[in-house]
């Protein structure tokens, strides 16, 4: 059974944990801050979603499996920014994590759209986010890297 645990419900060790997969490098270089966050950091920033309705991040467990990291960003009543990164010693994940957002997502917060915005090199994200029927909407820069906007609709609402 796959649980979501809120970021401000973790204990410190999970927190660690997360901080480490955070600061991996290849999980760092597809952030769009890809500096290395400090340990203070990191501590204030799950402080910081206590106050926060715009912004929800999760651990991913399955069992006593610790599969990765999902988060929604910029949420209103109707739409959400989605971001997802797998545990590094895990392979294969990616759609089991994001069937959980999405399911999350559409069922839980009643979200009628999804916006991934994901660097245009990201090969294995592109590929994750068309298996999920995401499209294409727009193209942008950030920090001078090709970025491409993608949008999935909730086609049940």
């Keep these: 059974m796959i649980r979501l645990i809120p970021f401000t419900e973790l204990n410190d060790t999970e927190k660690e944990m997360i901080l480490a997969w955070r600061n991996h490098r290849e999980i760092r270089m597809w952030m ?11 501590l204030h920033f ?3 979603l206590k106050n926060r309705s715009d912004k929800r991040y999760f651990l991913v467990r399955q069992g006593n499996d610790y599969l990765g ?7 209103t009543t109707t739409s959400a920014e989605i971001g997802i990164y797998a545990n590094p010693d895990k392979r294969g994940i990616g759609a089991l994590l994001m069937d959980s957002l999405i399911q999350y997502a559409f069922n839980t917060l009643k979200l009628t759209k999804l916006i991934a915005n994901v660097f245009s090199d990201n090969e ?6 068309q298996k999920f029927d995401f499209k294409e909407t727009d193209r942008t820069t950030h920090e001078e890297r090709d970025m491409i906007c993608m949008e999935r609709n ?3 609402r």
């Design 46 to 48: 799950i402080e910081s």
């Design 124 to 129: 294995k994200a592109k590929r994750l986010y």
């Design 69 to 75: 990291v999902v988060d929604l960003t910029d949420i």
């Design 32 to 42: 769009f801050n890809s500096n290395e966050i400090s340990l203070n950091e990191h």
């Design 154 to 156: 909730n086609d049940n």
